[in-house]
């Protein structure tokens, strides 16, 4: 799942020490709504699998397929003198890799959200959790940790993550008339989802 690797990694490996690039010549954002539902329902499935399991069993995992990476460079992280990450072409995979992503997006939102209802305790564990997701998948060091160098679907992308624009506000921002904009935005719409469910279960929990 990486430049030098054939062997199954977890997701944050392919993050770590790299910002993610989506070169100009790969194809636009092209994952529908069925697309982003397959994802959660699969998630939910690995989640529900493994609270089913006894303590002595081994935990399932999900399979995101294949990432392939490609070093094109180095990034300069500007509050961090003489630091650098290496700047790695998605080659293949990046529809799994900018859905995912909106998706941590959402959870850093959700995560935002609980804080704010729990004792002092669970509040300080909890925001831990969202800086880790914020700093692993999203930005570090003032630093943007992925970049789509077309610039259609970046201007929608940045809105959406690292903005965190509501989609109501792009719906204004935004013709769409390239429909790879539209499907983040329904990307984005349906993670959404995720947050309504919550909200209606009343449960601290986040799915999946």
């Known amino acids: 799942m990486s430049d030098s690797s054939d062997e199954y990694q977890s997701l944050d490996k392919i993050w770590e020490g790299n910002r993610l690039v989506v070169p100009s010549y790969q194809r636009r954002y092209a994952w529908k709504k069925e697309h982003i ?5 699969d998630l ?3 989640r529900k699998e493994n609270e089913r399991r006894g303590d002595d069993e081994e935990d399932i995992t999900h399979y995101f397929g294949t990432i392939v990476l490609d070093h094109s460079g180095t990034a300069d992280l ?10 790695m072409n998605i ?12 998706l941590i997006e959402i959870l850093v939102e959700i995560i935002d959200t609980l804080a704010g209802e729990l004792e002092d305790e669970n509040e300080a564990m909890v925001g831990e959790v969202q800086r880790s997701l914020q700093t692993t998948y999203l930005e570090e060091y003032s630093t943007r ?7 259609d679907d970046w201007d929608v992308f940045k ?3 690292y903005e965190r624009e509501s989609p ?14 539209e499907r983040l935005l329904t990307a984005k719409r349906t993670y959404r989802t995720l947050r309504a469910g919550r909200r209606e279960r009343g449960s ?5």
């Open 78 to 87: 500007p509050e961090m003198a003489g630091a650098t990450w290496k700047d």
């Open 168 to 181: 109501e506000k792009c719906d204004r921002l935004y013709d769409y008339s390239v429909p790879s904009q």
């Open 91 to 102: 080659v293949d995979g990046q529809q799994r890799v900018l859905s995912v992503t909106l």
């Open 159 to 161: 809105s959406l993550v």
């Open 37 to 41: 539902q397959d994802l959660i329902n």
């Open 145 to 151: 940790r992925i970049e789509i160098k077309n610039d």
């Open 204 to 208: 601290h929990r986040v799915d999946p």
């Open 44 to 46: 939910n499935y690995v």
